[in-house]
């Protein structure tokens, strides 16, 4: 199993960026479809999530109105498109899927990262001011 990430990078504050995860290796039908962040000397934080049964949505109210989450369903990768970036934004960047146990509810709410079972490697996006 493999997440591929890409489309990090450096830009000032107002501009956008756009992730891409590249889920191989494996097939389930229904996933919780996630992008989390952590920015240095902070905890891991739930960024968006997108459930693949019925393409429901949750952002983080730091990123509501800013950030969307979709996928590719035949191509399994999922997509963070990332808007009015602010330097706060600045963190390390992972997709993860939950394929296993109540995938439905992990993606209703703050995602837990412990029910996540697949990483990618992270994407570095700096914000400058």
């Known amino acids: 199993v493999q997440l591929v990430e890409s489309g990090g990078g450096s830009v000032q504050a107002g501009g956008s960026l756009r992730l891409s995860c590249a889920a191989s290796g494996y097939t389930y039908s229904t996933q919780c479809m996630g992008w989390f962040r952590q920015a240095p000397g902070k905890e891991r934080e739930g960024v968006a999530t997108i459930y693949t049964g019925g393409s429901s949505t949750y952002y983080a109210d730091s990123v509501k109105g800013r950030f969307t989450i979709s996928r590719d369903k035949a191509k399994n990768t999922w997509y963070l498109q990332m808007d009015s970036l602010n330097p706060e934004d600045t963190a390390m960047y992972y997709c993860?899927?939950?394929?296993?146990?109540?995938?439905?509810?992990?993606?209703?709410?703050?995602?837990?990262?412990?029910?996540?079972?697949?990483w990618g490697q992270g994407t570095q996006v700096t914000v400058s001011s």
């Open positions: 993860a899927t939950a394929t296993t146990g109540a995938v439905r509810w992990y993606c209703v709410g703050p995602p837990s990262k412990n029910v996540f079972d697949y």
